[in-house]
């Protein structure tokens, strides 16, 4: 088993990387921002439809979070910086109206209206917490 070894461990590092705190924050920041196309993916194909979940824009939201700390405090590189530092932006805004919309239409995973004494959305299957605001309780 030399030849994993020496995949994993070239030069004596982990796959080759210098590592230090700001390089498992780096990772990180990239391991989550990439995970948001997992996520969108696995939703739309279990919807059979487009649908951005807000996990989408939480996973956006942390990993430029990350990935801008990492330019900012480590890399200190002008280009790095200025491609994270508003990106938080549409994320938030997304969140917020994401936040108003379901509140309004129902099911806050997928946004199918529910019916008013439902606790569980029939399109996805989320639990609705709470029941549906529209059950005029
Ligand atoms: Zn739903």
Redesign the pocket.
């Known amino acids: 088993m030399d030849w994993i070894e020496q995949f994993l461990f070239p030069q004596d590092k982990f796959l080759g990387v210098e590592w230090h705190v700001w390089k498992v924050v780096g990772w990180l920041g990239n391991l989550t921002f990439f995970s948001r196309f997992l996520v969108q993916w696995y939703a739309t194909e279990k919807q059979r439809r487009v649908v951005v979940p807000t996990a989408f824009w939480w996973l956006s939201l942390v990993g430029a979070g990350l990935l801008f700390s990492y330019a900012l405090f480590y890399k200190r590189d002008s280009v790095f910086i200025f491609a994270y530092a508003f990106t938080w932006i549409p994320y938030v805004r997304n969140l917020v109206i994401h936040h108003r919309t379901a509140a309004a239409a129902g099911?806050p995973?997928?946004?199918?209206p529910?019916a008013s004494a439902a606790n569980y959305?029939s399109?996805?299957?989320?639990a609705l917490h709470p029941p549906n605001p529209r059950s005029g309780a």
Do not use: D, M
Request: charged share 10%; net charge negative; proline share 0%.
């Open positions: 099911c995973q997928c946004g199918e529910c959305c399109a996805c299957g989320v």
